[in-house]
Nanobody
């Protein structure tokens, strides 16, 4: 059973930065694609970013709303995936989740393909 634990959330002013971490146990993150999602109050959960399993090439994919501001990466030695968030906006305020997907039909996996989820870490951006 894979377990994912997010950390790094907090309160930040608009324009600031945060780096979220997602530490995995019970599985090796390098073997699987992983993603970040977020859910704001009163809204549905939305896809933020995904990173492919480690290989010759590592592929990343971003939602249009965060492209150019957020960067997903992984440190296989720490079995951890990160989400670096720059130029934060108040509309980025949400509970951020990481998730792992074992198999998917086509790249990128952006939703219900994901098998295991963390509990989330809160990000609040003040204006």
């Amino acid at each position: 059973q894979v377990q994912l634990v997010e950390s790094g959330g907090g309160l930040v002013q608009a324009g600031g930065s945060l780096r979220l971490s997602c530490a995995a146990s019970g599985g090796t993150v390098s073997h699987y694609a992983m993603g970040w999602f977020r859910q704001a109050p009163g809204k549905e959960r939305e896809f933020v970013a995904a990173i492919s399993a480690s290989g010759i090439y590592t592929i990343t994919y971003y939602a249009d709303s965060v492209k150019g501001r957020f960067t997903i990466s992984r440190d296989n030695s720490k079995n951890t995936v990160y989400l670096l968030m720059n130029s934060l906006k108040p509309e980025d305020t949400a509970l951020y989740y990481c998730a792992i997907v074992r198999t998917y039909g086509s790249w990128p996996p952006t939703g219900k393909e994901y098998d295991y989820w963390g509990q989330g870490t809160q990000v609040t951006v003040s204006s």
